[in-house]
C-alpha cells in the first residue's frame, strides 16, 4: 500500500480530509519495529563552539 493509498483509506474511514490525514503522519505498520537512533547532543562540543568571555567586566557590565 502506497502512501496516497493509505491516506485515501483513512481519509474515507474517519471523515477527515485527506490533507488532515497527511499533516497527522500516518504510515503504514511494518513486520519489524524501526528503531532510531536516538538523538545526542555532545554538549562539551557545543560549548567550545561558543564565544564566551571568561572574565566578566569589572564594572558590572555597564559602560562607563
Excluded at 37 to 63: M, T
Aim: aromatic share 4%; with cysteine.
Amino acid at each position: 500500500m502506497t502512501q496516497a493509498e493509505l491516506n485515501r483509506a483513512l481519509s474515507h474511514a474517519t471523515g477527515e480530509s485527506i490533507r488532515e490525514i497527511a499533516r497527522r503522519g500516518f504510515v503504514p505498520l511494518t513486520q519489524v519495529p524501526c528503531e532510531r537512533e536516538p538523538l545526542i547532543a555532545d554538549w562539551d562540543e557545543i560549548q567550545s563552539a561558543r564565544r564566551v568571555p571568561i572574565f566578566s567586566r569589572r564594572n558590572g557590565g555597564r559602560r562607563t
